[in-house]
């Protein structure tokens, strides 16, 4: 073959060893859509396939979470929440704590748990945890759902609860907290498929972690109990947003915009990062896994 | 004539750490990572022995793929052939972007689908009809496509009736009908099939050949084909890659690459000579294959016949022992056996003492092309004494004689005459 006819093809597309620095494949992952569709479709659905109780599953966990919670933690420990009844307080927090564990306990298994798809069929690997994070902000929404109507229950017997105006931001936290999920569980992700001592270390690691996230307790309460230890939570940014979800939501705790600030950033990192590497892992990853 | 080149692969090579991954791995890593943030080349390329599964190593890194070239026109079915662990897999799983070369580029003229498995991403909760779509979507096909094509699909796999049932409830065969049936109403520029046709029973096996013809055949769809089973890439392909050991032996017409194989398959060679000890009572001590002129060669024309020369030996007077001659094509098909008995010999009792025996094949029986003997001695349905397998094979060469139509079908070229009578 010569020169010329050699310029007279046009190429769609190069498999190379490397992948660029940074991409997101947003062009690749639209052609896809229908995938991600299908994918967030089928985490949904089959979940409570061949269960008696089908979504109800969704609605007992944080419930029964809540009442424990409130039962240890307020009734028999005596952290105060203020004027706002303890089981709302821990029914926000545990809601939107749910939802950044579910994102990235499902991301950070996704090599792992798709092996067998990944190793037989070529498409963008960040549709599945991208669907991962939107089907588990589906189960949010309806876990959101019993919020409303404790909130609403809670109201008409007479507690003070509130909104405060800057609910409306509170989609923004939200994606926050799966963007941070996301970032994380990408770069978790990418780790185990070498090295599965993560995958060990993140099993307890997020246990722990709530417990540094003020899910449970208002941030005021670790700087005046434990001064010491008060920096672990004060430097965790999943602690501001939980705190901001409970002060946009019920009015009570404050908001920090420095604290909020430095969450976006750590979240942006994160994010980047957890891209960074996932794009690194998983050209190869099916040699290692 | 201009060749429209529609995937060109460029010095591919794959390399793989064997062992397992351990300490001793991050400390690899960390070299690696070294070298590069200094700008220097990945140390462990430079080493690697070639990709022999039987022989020892130097090194604990080993190139699965070394050095591959080669272009795929459009409309071509190209078959990928080579002996286990010779690389087949990994270059279909690096042309199917599961994997990336460890050097090499591969460039594609259009968009590819590749059907390592049936039924990947199929979940046993969901129906059929939901896996149709999710494994579609899979396989890289949009939901608007695969709705317009739902009916054709549900009636390709004859599973209709389940078609609203999970898919865990389907018999195994019903399960890969429906995996296939999505799968060949795919419609990339390039098709990759490893040997997913080794599954279904043959009446199905034939319709997705047939499928798959048709694909490239009207389709003008280029289809990558990998396969132990050399009737199905023989009847499918139109030209094929041999691969051994990491690298291409041969780029060729299907024919001639399957011939190849069949030689490569196995150390055979003219001549065998027994180098083992053996505690049998009857055996081989000495086989070899020689053409018209008495010459030791496995190459025969096809117009010539041949001889193959079998030294027996017995240590014993063993009565009812024959021996006979399996003729293996190239597709592994027995195309016939001669015996000792054929012919009036009476070979009642073998006396002690060596023995040599002489078959003269005639010409113009075997179609050109690659065949294993398989000889053996043995009292039928009673005792195998000694049998001599993959070690001899003799090629079968076309010498102009059939030229003419050198894809004539069929195991055998018997020379007939042909009485060719004007009537008006």
């Given at each position: 073959?010569?020169?010329?006819?050699?310029?007279?093809?046009?190429?769609?597309?190069?498999?190379?060893?490397k992948?660029?620095?940074?991409?997101?494949?947003l062009?690749?992952?639209?052609?896809?859509?229908?995938?991600l569709?299908?994918?967030?479709?089928?985490?949904?659905?089959?979940?409570?396939?061949?269960?008696?109780?089908?979504?109800?599953?969704?609605?007992?966990?944080?419930?029964?979470?809540?009442?424990?919670?409130?039962?240890?933690?307020?009734?028999?420990?005596?952290?105060?929440?203020?004027?706002?009844?303890?089981?709302?307080?821990?029914?926000?927090?545990?809601?939107?704590?749910?939802?950044?564990?579910?994102?990235?306990?499902?991301?950070?298994?996704?090599?792992?748990?798709?092996?067998?798809?990944?190793?037989?069929?070529?498409?963008?690997?960040?549709?599945?945890?991208?669907?991962?994070?939107?089907?588990?902000?589906?189960?949010?929404?309806?876990?959101?759902?019993?919020?409303?109507?404790?909130?609403?229950?809670?109201?008409?017997?007479?507690?003070?609860?509130?909104?405060?105006?800057?609910?409306?931001?509170?989609?923004?936290?939200?994606?926050?907290?799966?963007?941070?999920?996301?970032?994380?569980?990408?770069?978790?992700?990418?780790?185990?498929?070498?090295?599965?001592?993560?995958?060990?270390?993140?099993?307890?690691?997020?246990?722990?972690?709530?417990?540094?996230?003020?899910?449970?307790?208002?941030?005021v309460?670790?700087?005046?109990?434990?001064?010491?230890?008060?920096?672990?939570?004060?430097?965790?940014p999943?602690?501001?947003?939980?705190?901001t979800?409970?002060?946009?939501?019920?009015?009570?705790?404050?908001?920090?915009?420095?604290?909020?600030?430095y969450?976006?950033?750590?979240t942006?990192?994160?994010?980047?990062?957890?891209?960074?590497?996932?794009?690194?892992?998983?050209?190869?990853?099916?040699?290692?896994? | 004539?201009?060749?429209?080149?529609?995937?060109?692969?460029?010095?591919?090579?794959?390399?793989?750490?064997?062992?397992?991954?351990?300490?001793?791995?991050?400390?690899?890593?960390?070299?690696?990572?070294?070298?590069?943030?200094?700008?220097?080349?990945?140390?462990?390329?430079?080493?690697?022995?070639?990709?022999?599964?039987?022989?020892?190593?130097?090194?604990?890194?080993?190139?699965?793929?070394?050095?591959?070239?080669?272009?795929?026109?459009?409309?071509?079915?190209?078959?990928?052939?080579?002996?286990?662990?010779?690389?087949?897999?990994?270059?279909?799983?690096?042309?199917s972007?599961?994997?990336?070369?460890?050097?090499?580029?591969?460039?594609?003229?259009?968009?590819?689908?590749?059907?390592?498995?049936?039924?990947?991403?199929?979940?046993?909760?969901?129906?059929?009809?939901?896996?149709?779509?999710?494994?579609?979507?899979?396989?890289?096909m949009?939901?608007?496509?695969?709705?317009?094509?739902?009916?054709?699909?549900?009636?390709?796999s004859?599973?209709?009736?389940?078609?609203?049932?999970?898919?865990?409830?389907?018999?195994?065969g019903?399960?890969?009908?429906?995996?296939?049936?999505?799968?060949?109403?795919?419609?990339?520029?390039?098709?990759?099939?490893?040997?997913?046709?080794?599954?279904?029973?043959?009446?199905?096996?034939?319709?997705?050949?047939?499928?798959?013809?048709?694909?490239?055949?009207?389709?003008?769809?280029?289809?990558?084909?990998?396969?132990?089973?050399?009737?199905?890439?023989?009847?499918?392909?139109?030209?094929?890659?041999?691969?051994?050991?990491?690298?291409?032996?041969?780029?060729?017409?299907?024919?001639?690459?399957?011939?190849?194989?069949?030689?490569?398959?196995?150390?055979?060679?003219?001549?065998?000579?027994?180098?083992?000890?053996?505690?049998?009572?009857?055996?081989?001590?000495?086989?070899?294959?020689?053409?018209?002129?008495?010459?030791?060669?496995?190459?025969?024309?096809?117009?010539?016949d041949?001889?193959?020369?079998?030294?027996?030996?017995?240590?014993?007077?063993?009565?009812?022992?024959?021996?006979?001659?399996?003729?293996?094509?190239?597709?592994?098909?027995?195309?016939?056996?001669?015996?000792?008995?054929?012919?009036?010999?009476?070979?009642?009792?073998?006396?002690?003492?060596?023995?040599?025996?002489?078959?003269?094949?005639?010409?113009?029986?075997?179609?050109?092309?690659?065949?294993?003997?398989?000889?053996a001695?043995?009292?039928?349905?009673?005792?195998?004494?000694?049998?001599?397998?993959?070690?001899?094979?003799?090629?079968?060469?076309?010498?102009?004689i059939?030229?003419?139509?050198?894809?004539?079908?069929?195991?055998?070229?018997?020379?007939?005459?042909?009485?060719?009578?004007?009537?008006?």
């Open positions: 073959m010569n020169q010329a006819e050699q310029t007279n093809i046009t190429w769609l597309f190069e498999i190379t060893p992948n660029k620095f940074f991409s997101l494949n062009k690749e992952v639209w052609q896809y859509r229908d995938l569709v299908l994918f967030v479709k089928r985490d949904v659905v089959t979940v409570y396939k061949q269960t008696v109780l089908g979504p109800l599953w969704y609605l007992i966990q944080p419930l029964f979470t809540s009442i424990t919670f409130t039962i240890i933690f307020n009734n028999l420990a005596g952290i105060d929440t203020g004027t706002v009844p303890p089981f709302l307080f821990n029914l926000a927090g545990i809601t939107v704590w749910n939802y950044f564990t579910a994102c990235l306990n499902g991301t950070s298994n996704t090599f792992g748990a798709n092996a067998g798809i990944f190793g037989k069929v070529y498409f963008p690997r960040i549709i599945v945890p991208i669907s991962i994070v939107i089907s588990n902000l589906i189960k949010f929404g309806i876990q959101f759902l019993i919020f409303i109507a404790f909130y609403i229950f809670y109201y008409l017997k007479g507690a003070t609860v509130g909104l405060n105006g800057s609910v409306v931001f509170f989609p923004f936290l939200i994606v926050l907290m799966g963007v941070l999920g996301l970032g994380l569980g990408m770069f978790i992700s990418s780790l185990v498929t070498k090295y599965r001592d993560f995958s060990n270390l993140i099993g307890f690691g997020v246990q722990l972690l709530m417990y540094l996230s003020a899910v449970m307790y208002p941030m309460l670790i700087k005046e109990k434990l001064p010491s230890y008060g920096w672990l939570v004060q430097y965790n999943l602690a501001y947003i939980i705190e979800t409970r002060y946009m939501l019920l009015e009570v705790g404050q908001i920090s915009i420095w604290g909020l600030g969450t976006f950033l750590v942006v990192i994160v994010f980047f990062v957890g891209v960074l590497i996932f794009n690194k892992t998983e050209k190869n990853f099916i040699d290692t896994v | 004539m201009k060749k429209d080149i529609i995937l060109k692969a460029e010095n591919i090579s794959k390399q793989y750490r064997l062992g397992q991954v351990g300490t001793g791995t991050l400390s690899h890593d960390f070299n690696r990572w070294w070298h590069q943030i200094r700008g220097k080349e990945n140390p462990y390329l430079k080493i690697g022995d070639a990709n022999d599964r039987s022989t020892k190593g130097e090194s604990d890194y080993v190139w699965a793929l070394q050095d591959i070239n080669f272009e795929v026109e459009r409309g071509e079915i190209l078959g990928i052939i080579g002996k286990n662990g010779a690389g087949k897999s990994t270059l279909l799983k690096i042309l972007r599961v994997t990336a070369p460890t050097t090499g580029s591969i460039k594609f003229g259009g968009r590819v689908a590749s059907l390592l498995e049936v039924g990947t991403g199929f979940n046993g909760e969901m129906t059929g009809r939901e896996n149709i779509y999710l494994n579609g979507a899979i396989l890289g949009t939901k608007k496509e695969i709705t317009s094509k739902i009916d054709e699909i549900i009636d390709f004859g599973c209709e009736r389940y078609i609203d049932t999970p898919v865990k409830r389907y018999s195994s019903m399960y890969v009908r429906l995996a296939f049936a999505v799968a060949a109403f795919l419609e990339p520029d390039i098709l990759i099939v490893d040997e997913v046709l080794a599954v279904g029973d043959a009446e199905f096996q034939k319709k997705a050949i047939g499928k798959m013809q048709a694909i490239s055949r009207t389709g003008g769809r280029t289809v990558l084909f990998v396969s132990h089973n050399m009737a199905a890439v023989k009847s499918l392909c139109t030209r094929g890659i041999l691969l051994e050991n990491g690298k291409i032996k041969d780029i060729n017409n299907i024919n001639t690459i399957i011939s190849n194989y069949l030689l490569l398959n196995a150390d055979s060679s003219a001549e065998w000579k027994r180098e083992t000890e053996t505690d049998s009572q009857l055996f081989f001590d000495r086989i070899y294959v020689s053409n018209s002129n008495s010459k030791i060669t496995n190459q025969i024309a096809s117009g010539e041949f001889t193959i020369n079998i030294f027996l030996n017995a240590l014993n007077s063993i009565s009812n022992s024959t021996v006979s001659i399996k003729f293996v094509n190239a597709e592994g098909i027995a195309v016939f056996t001669t015996s000792l008995h054929d012919y009036d010999n009476d070979f009642e009792v073998v006396e002690k003492g060596k023995y040599k025996l002489i078959t003269n094949i005639s010409k113009n029986i075997l179609t050109p092309g690659s065949y294993n003997l398989v000889i001695c043995f009292v039928s349905r009673i005792k195998l004494f000694d049998i001599v397998e993959d070690k001899i094979s003799i090629n079968i060469e076309d010498l102009g059939k030229k003419r139509d050198l894809d004539r079908e069929g195991f055998v070229v018997p020379n007939y005459k042909w009485d060719f009578l004007k009537l008006e």
